[in-house]
């Protein structure tokens, strides 16, 4: 008999939910599936036909939308205490706590919150990273109701991604609220170690463990060559070329050289754009406060 999880990172998408995916793979008493976002429970029996630059070959390549599939990702689960999943678009889509409930329901919630402004900007550096965002931030902000309405796929909703009142509700209607955690992404980045064995006690298993945080996963930083940056992160010629002729422990080491070398330091939003952008943010911030029982006062507005 197939397994399913006993335990899900819900979200929010760009809130450190990459980093805990390989702090948690270390931990010998914890299985997590092979793909990182199945987007099972957001996307179940959907044909998927997302309308954004590249949303089926990137952002949804992995997408599994059947059942069978998708506890062939548990099939070589062994003793592992801890069976989990860690997929951010499963706090954004209306449709999956009612499809982790028809499967699941006894299942462990944690959702990795961030403040909502820097996470929409997280995003917007990562597709301009990519090379599919050409919009400014503010201009793709201001584009964001026209992408919704084509279909582009969740990662572009940079303003609605952020109001995790609605979302987050949607779980406490669903699931008891000792089955829900919530960690501010501010207090995992400030202290990793701490936030992890928090999660380790909430799905039972031992704290004692330490993983290896040293690797930097998933960070923000643009790049000041868009050739270099195809060259080395997307499919093409001679990166198979290369994959061929180059020793895998070297070509790594190259890979990694050669894609610092282009990078220049990480945009900073300017504090005034900032606290015009939170303001947009702010009755839900209030909401979302009353609902997790927790402040989130570096989360408004500030001179």
Known sequence: MNKLPNFLIVGAAKSGTTALYHYLRQHPDVFLTPIKETNFFAQKGKDLDFKGPKDNLVTHKKTITEIVDYKNQFINVTYEKAIGEICPSYLYFEDAPKNIKEYIPEVKIIAILREPVSRAFSAWVHLTRDGREYLSFN??????????????????????????????????????????????????????????????????VKSSFTPNMIVKHNTGSLSNSRFLT???????????????????FLRKKIERLLFKSTLISTPILSKENENRLKLLFSEDVGKLEGLID????DWKTSK
């Not at 109001?163 to 779980?171: C, E, I």
């Not at 195809?230 to 895998?248: A, E, W, Y």
Request: aromatic share 16%; proline share 4%.
């Open 230 to 248: 195809h060259l080395v992160m997307k499919k093409n010629i001679f990166k198979t070329l290369f994959r061929i002729i180059c020793p895998p």
């Open 139 to 204: 201009n793709a902000l201001a584009d964001e109701s026209r992408r919704i309405k084509d279909n582009w796929a969740e990662i572009w909703h940079y303003k609605e991604e952020g109001k995790y009142y609605g979302q987050l509700k949607r779980y406490y209607d669903s699931f008891p609220k000792e089955n829900i955690k919530v960690i501010i992404y501010e207090d995992f980045k400030k202290n990793p170690l701490r936030v992890y064995k928090e999660i380790c006690d909430f799905i039972e």
């Open 294 to 297: 927790i402040e989130l006062n």
